[in-house]
């Protein structure tokens, strides 16, 4: 049997101390814990969903194929989109954001 730890200590927090593949889940006096499955595929649900939400802001940031420039970049180029008057959609820190924004889609 090859249980799914981490969604069962969410699933079970405060509860399950240990959990061995072979004999189950345990509390802190060395009891068994039954398992309810559909707890545990909620809370892998949840985690699933966390760690999208952080994938997410990795991606525009560090990992993805389009990421953010520099904070001084980035008002660089504000401050060469002030002097052109492009201060719109436009200029070049507007379509740089579009484009970290469009390769990277909100989940």
């Given at each position: ?64 194929s ?15 989109d ?7 959609t ?15 889609p909100?989940?």
């Open positions: 049997m090859n249980l799914d730890h981490e969604a069962i200590y969410k699933a079970y927090a405060g509860t399950v101390v240990s959990i061995d593949d072979s004999a189950g889940a345990f509390d802190a006096s060395g009891n068994s814990v039954t398992l309810d499955q559909s707890l545990i595929d909620a809370a892998r649900t949840t985690l699933n969903a966390e760690a999208a939400a952080v994938k997410y802001k990795t991606d525009r940031t560090t990992d993805g389009t990421t953010y420039d520099s904070y001084g970049n980035q008002l660089d180029m504000l401050y060469a002030m002097l052109a008057g492009k201060l719109d436009t200029g070049t820190w507007a379509t740089h954001i579009k484009a970290v924004k469009d390769a990277n909100k989940p």
